[in-house]
């Protein structure tokens, strides 16, 4: 099997979501796994921002978190956060971060690996 093929592979068949975002916050791809936590298609994806599913606060810190990392910053370990999902209900989930650079060493995207937090939130 040819390494890009395994990468796709695992990206596509993975239970956790994967969501690459520009430095806007703009969709550049979604994995199903994410589809399906957040309840939309992959074209309906593709035209949302993280902004669209974020409430109000959520808007404002997700803007701070991309000027931070424009400079640099980054997340060292998960995030807890609340979208809202196509039905509106709020989803809770875990984001880890990756930065995706140029090979000039540029940021030129963010990649969030997205576990569905919702049961265990309801737990605590």
């Known amino acids: 099997m040819e390494l890009e093929g ?28 994410l ?14 921002s993280a902004f669209d599913l974020l409430d109000e606060i959520g808007r404002s810190q997700f803007a701070q978190h991309l000027a931070d990392a424009r400079r640099g910053a980054r997340h060292a ?7 809202l999902h196509a039905d509106g209900t709020p989803l809770w989930v875990l984001v880890s971060e990756s930065p995706l650079r140029s090979p000039d060493g540029e940021l030129v ?16």
């Open 6 to 33: 395994l990468y796709r592979d695992i990206v596509e068949g993975s239970t956790d979501g994967f969501w690459l975002l520009d430095l806007e916050g703009n969709t550049l791809y979604a994995n199903p796994a």
């Open 35 to 48: 589809l399906g936590m957040f309840g939309y298609t992959a074209e309906q994806m593709s035209r949302l």
């Open 77 to 83: 370990q998960d995030v807890e956060c609340t979208y």
């Open 109 to 124: 995207a963010l990649l969030h690996r997205v576990s569905d937090y919702s049961a265990r939130r309801r737990t605590l």
